[in-house]
């Protein structure tokens, strides 16, 4: 084992090297991990797992290579270093291997066997057939987390189901195919949920993702708050999809090997469960007055038959009445509306528990082993673990009885595997006393004086039989035994305790007290379902239903009494039992941190209560009981082999002998150490500590040594690097000192015959011109002609009104750029003074104005007759109209266009008069008979307009689909003053979205009409338009074709 974990670790990593060893210090340091994100601590070979609650980035393929490479200890804590021993042991030793995964509901146990079957396909063989095994395997993990998992107060996706699956592989280590076995699933739960829980997933699966078309043929609708088996209060989950899950969960059925008809077949028996919860039934009276029961609605009833095939008259029968049956004659009997209603549950839950047990058959069938050659076996059990609950009743008490087998096993194999390992190494072995559980086990299964036993001849006793005549008998076997309380016991021992019950007995389990309430003991173990009841299910005509009821067939029929749900499931346990017992064991022990499934949230008493039941601290101390630290000599040596002259750096002995020098020269007592035949043993972690320690310093005093010899090593390089650079840069300086000189020179020469160029040039133009006297009279006359241009320009101003745009030429050619910026400037301080002059009024008008010519300016002929023309807005007289401005709302501000406008009729063609009100939010368009408003458009509903090129007022408002007013279709009007209406539109659609409305100029447009649409072309009539009239034709179905006169 290589102790690099030791180094930069948060907290221990392996709890047998935890010091002090008590309670506290163990919560503290699993805490201490946790908070940090180290969800994973190891106790020997005992790998510890508390559930995060949240995806955390140490798992996939990048971390699966990285364990696959190491053994168990050389890295980090980790679910995949178990998987890989495990596997490794299985392919290399040949030895068959069980992972045994325990834990609360809520602690991870069902991610955890996930994470180990993920590890173990992805290491394991390739090849197609391989493959197909490897994607079997994975993909039955979401069928039976669909019809076996819930969501509970505790876990959002419980497995209400104990799953033992065995994997087996070729000689390989290649799977080959595998077997489930599913332990006493949950079934009460089909008719019955407590408070925030839910039914299992695939109902609510089934509801939210299969397609209206399947839901109708299965006759179910969608809203699951229909449904009584259904609790309304928890109808999802956060973080769960049930309409992809629905979809994940027919695609692994396909994978397995499920046809589309047999997934059918299993929808529609589910379907039924659901349907059955809604059969109500009635009181009625029979002729001589004795109470009976009856259908409510016989609906229900008859959907059911529809669905499966059998005949709605002979279920309600079965369901109202019960045949009793003796070798001579049968007497039907009439059942109250209590005992009906206890029929129908029961046969819910037969249906739904047979149809699990068939899944999980059916996926057996197609992951069994063909070959008959030898196989190796790797079991995974995912198991419900220990419940202590407010109110526990007979599932609790199975389950927990369970829990006690596998605790037992545990201790067992623990303890012998420790036994085995000394006795192979030579290592004398002290006994360790631990509690032995097996007179608690012996309490529940004796064959004779167990508690199973007493219940199961309750249930076969004739005469009068109860849940307190069970209780009394309890009292009655067990009143001095050590492990069993009862109100009665108590009162002889005169001990008084008020959370004891009447109807209830405790037993004092390895994990803690449990209170068991006795209420439907006798009724949950009998588990009956009235003959009646079996045969109306075979006689369906519906395939997986029929052979769901065997017993059901008149020629099999049988008046011996089925075993009950007790001793069914004592055989289970022991058949699991004695499937472990013969594979080697590897420990998953799962712990959930807190109960309201939060992440970083650590509680020190809940945790301290699963690490009491699940025995770690137990564990800790037998595992240090003879050596706390175990290790092959080889890996040893070289971990070690540093700390002694003799050994460092070179050793050409054997392994053990250089162990023994080593340990020698540290002077390690030999009460510490014990010489295996192959491995050494050191008992206490001190004295590992101690060679950690010693270790540490050898490491820095090597270090310092491997520094000094490196910083003398890098001076001299160092030193070596200088002398090069120094002759270099020396050689580099001389060059360059020479050509600076030589160019200082040069420079001193062309200065030189400079000056004396210009000297001579001087000279000769003093001769012959004089000096500066042209520069001065150019100056002047340039000047001069300036001045002249701009007060000539200051008495030929033209006038202020902006139309007038002339302005005087320049007199010469080079003043053409300042007389254009002149003109510039001129123009627009004529435009200042005119809009200072302007009232607020005004300057909107012209807005309104400017808009419409960037609209319409050159795109549409009547564009130019509008232009001087202004916008009145009100063509109706709606300030002398109260009706019409009651339209517009108190709170929409002033009506902006107010006019009579031609609606087209989109299926004939013919126009219809309307009124039409455009506010700051909406379009109001009413009849112009009785002013009630017919269509109210809110301006954001308007996705864009078109409108023609013509002179007519034809424009079409084409309306967003999903408003509700669009989902009607565009509408199609005909205005005359269609270029202010657009314009004001345009401008109040901005204002009220922040957005700009799409204005399209064309002859040819479609508009929406209902859930169709029609082509509109505009044509020019031989008129050429000019009278702006208009003729609507229909040209088929979707086609108008409108002609400007």
């Known amino acids: 084992m290589d102790m690099a974990f030791l180094e930069s670790s948060i907290g221990v990593e392996d709890l047998v090297l935890l010091e002090p060893l008590e309670e506290e210090s163990l919560l503290k340091n699993l805490q201490l991990r946790y908070e940090n994100k180290e969800i994973y601590t190891y106790i020997g070979n005992v790998l510890v797992s508390v559930n995060p609650y949240q995806e955390l980035s140490i798992y996939g393929p990048e971390f699966i290579a990285k364990y696959q490479d190491y053994t168990f200890y050389e890295l980090k804590p980790h679910i995949y270093a178990l998987a890989n021993v495990a596997y490794q042991s299985l392919r290399d030793q040949d030895r068959d291997q069980c992972i045994l995964i325990t834990g609360e509901s809520g602690a991870g146990k069902t991610e955890a066997s996930k994470l180990v079957m993920s590890y173990v396909a992805a290491v394991c063989g390739k090849g197609e057939q391989v493959n197909s095994v490897k994607e079997q395997l994975l993909q039955s993990n979401p069928v039976l987390e669909a019809f076996g998992n819930a969501k509970t107060i505790r876990n959002n996706n419980s497995s209400r189901f104990g799953k033992y699956m065995d994997i087996e592989f070729d000689f390989k280590g290649s799977p080959l195919g595998g077997d489930i076995t599913n332990y006493l699933l949950e079934k009460s739960r089909v008719v019955k949920q407590l408070e925030g829980e839910r039914n299992f997933h695939i109902f609510y699966q089934l509801l939210a993702g299969a397609d209206a078309q399947l839901l109708k043929a299965l006759k179910l609708e969608r809203d699951s708050s229909g449904y009584t088996y259904l609790n309304r209060e928890a109808p999802r989950v956060d973080g769960m999809d049930d309409a992809s899950n629905f979809k994940a969960l027919q695609s692994a059925m396909i994978v397995i090997g499920f046809s589309e008809e047999e997934f059918r077949q299993v929808l529609e028996v589910t379907a039924m469960v659901l349907k059955l919860g809604n059969v109500e039934l009635a009181d009625e009276f029979q002729a001589n007055g004795v109470p009976a029961s009856g259908i409510r609605d016989g609906r229900g009833v008859q959907e059911i038959g529809e669905l499966v095939g059998l005949n709605s008259v002979e279920l309600e029968r079965a369901l109202c009445s019960r045949t009793m049956e003796t070798a001579k004659e049968k007497v039907v009997t009439a059942l109250s509306v209590i005992q009906a209603q206890y029929a129908r549950d029961a046969l819910a839950k037969n249906i739904y528990s047979r149809l699990f047990n068939w899944i999980v058959t059916r996926i057996n069938e197609s992951i069994k082993v063909d070959t008959g050659e030898k196989k190796k076996v790797m079991g995974v059990l995912d198991i419900y673990g220990f419940e202590i609950l407010e109110d526990n009743s007979f599932e609790q008490f199975v389950i927990n009885y369970c829990n006690e087998k ?184 799962c712990i959930k941190p807190n109960e309201h499934q939060r992440r970083a949230q650590f509680s020190s008493e809940l945790v301290a209560v699963q690490a009491r039941y699940l025995g770690l601290l137990e564990n800790v101390r037998v595992r240090r009981a003879g050596y706390a630290y175990r290790q092959a000599y080889g890996a040893f040596l070289e971990r070690y082999r540093l700390l002694s002259r003799s050994t460092w750096p070179r050793w050409n002995g054997g392994e053990r002998e250089g162990v023994e020098k080593v340990l020698g020269d540290l002077s390690m007592s030999s009460e510490e150490r014990a010489f295996g035949k192959t491995k050494i043993f050191i008992r206490s972690p001190k004295a590992l500590f101690y060679l950690e320690e010693q270790r540490r310093l050898r490491l820095q005093q090597l270090a310092t040594l491997i520094q000094k010899m490196y910083r003398g090593w890098r001076c001299r390089i160092h030193y070596q690097l200088m002398r090069k650079s120094q002759i270099l840069i020396s050689s580099w300086f001389r060059g360059n000192m020479q050509r600076k000189r030589y160019e200082k020179m040069k420079a001193s020469a062309l200065l030189i015959q400079a000056f004396v160029r210009g000297w001579k040039a001087r000279k000769n133009y003093r001769k012959y011109f004089r000096s500066g006297a ?113 339209l517009k709302g108190g709170e929409e501000g002033p009506v902006l266009v107010a006019e009579t406008v031609m609606k087209v009729n989109r299926g004939n063609g013919k126009t219809s008069s309307r009124i039409l009100l455009l506010t700051k939010g909406h379009v109001i368009i009413t009849d112009t008979k009785n002013s009630q408003p017919k269509t109210v458009i809110a301006l954001d509903s308007v996705a864009r307009v078109s409108v023609t090129s013509f002179k007519d007022g034809l424009f079409s408002l084409h309306l967003s689909e999903l408003s509700s007013v669009g989902s009607k279709g565009d509408f199609l009007l005909v205005s005359e003053h269609v270029v202010e209406l657009l314009t004001k539109m345009y401008r109040a659609v901005l204002d009220a979205t922040q957005r700009q409305l799409p204005v399209t100029v064309t002859e040819e447009f479609s508009v929406r009409f209902k859930e169709s649409s029609v082509a509109v072309k505009v044509i020019q009539g031989p008129g050429g338009g000019g009278k702006r009239k208009l003729s609507c034709k229909k040209k088929g179905s979707r086609c108008l074709e409108v002609t400007v006169q």
């Open 406 to 589: 596998l605790q037992q096993v545990f201790i067992e194999l623990t303890l012998k595997e420790e036994q085995e390992e000394y006795k192979r190494e030579g290592i004398p072995w002290t006994k360790v006393d631990y509690f032995d559980n097996g007179i608690i086990c012996d309490l529940i299964e004796h064959n004779q004086r167990g508690i199973l036993a007493m219940l199961d001849e309750e249930c076969l006793r004739p005469g009068v039989v109860s849940d307190s005549t069970f209780l009394a008998k309890l009292n009655q076997l067990f009143s001095k035994h050590e492990h069993y309380e009862s109100k009665v016991t108590q009162n002889a021992q005169r001990q008084y305790d008020h959370s004891m019950g009447l109807r209830c007995f405790r037993i004092c389990h390895y994990a803690g007290k449990v209170t068991y309430n006795v209420n439907s003991f006798i009724d949950k173990n009998n588990d009956l379902l009235f003959r009646d009841l079996s045969q109306a299910m075979w006689k369906a005509r519906h395939p997986l239903l029929r052979s769901l009821f065997p017993e059901g067939d008149p020629k099999q029929a049988s008046l011996k009494r089925p075993p009950t749900a007790g001793a069914q499931f004592k055989s289970s346990v022991a058949i699991l039992m004695k499937n472990l017992y013969s594979k080697n064991p590897n420990y998953i022990r």
């Open 774 to 886: 042209a520069l001065t009279l150019a100056n002047f006359i340039y000047r001069s002609i300036a001045q002249k241009f701009l007060l000539r320009l200051k008495d030929n101003l033209p006038s202020t009104s902006i139309l007038d745009k002339t302005w005087p030429a320049a007199p010469y050619k080079y003043f053409s750029t300042a007389n254009h910026e002149l003109q510039k400037l001129f123009y627009r301080w004529k435009c200042k003074k005119f809009r200072d002059r302007l009232s607020p009024k005004q300057v909107e008008t012209l807005r309104e104005k400017l808009c419409a010519s960037e609209l319409f300016k050159g795109k549409k002929a009547s564009y130019p007759q509008s232009v001087p023309i202004p916008f009145y807005g009100d063509y109706i007289g709606l300030q002398r109209n109260p009706k019409l401005q009651q």
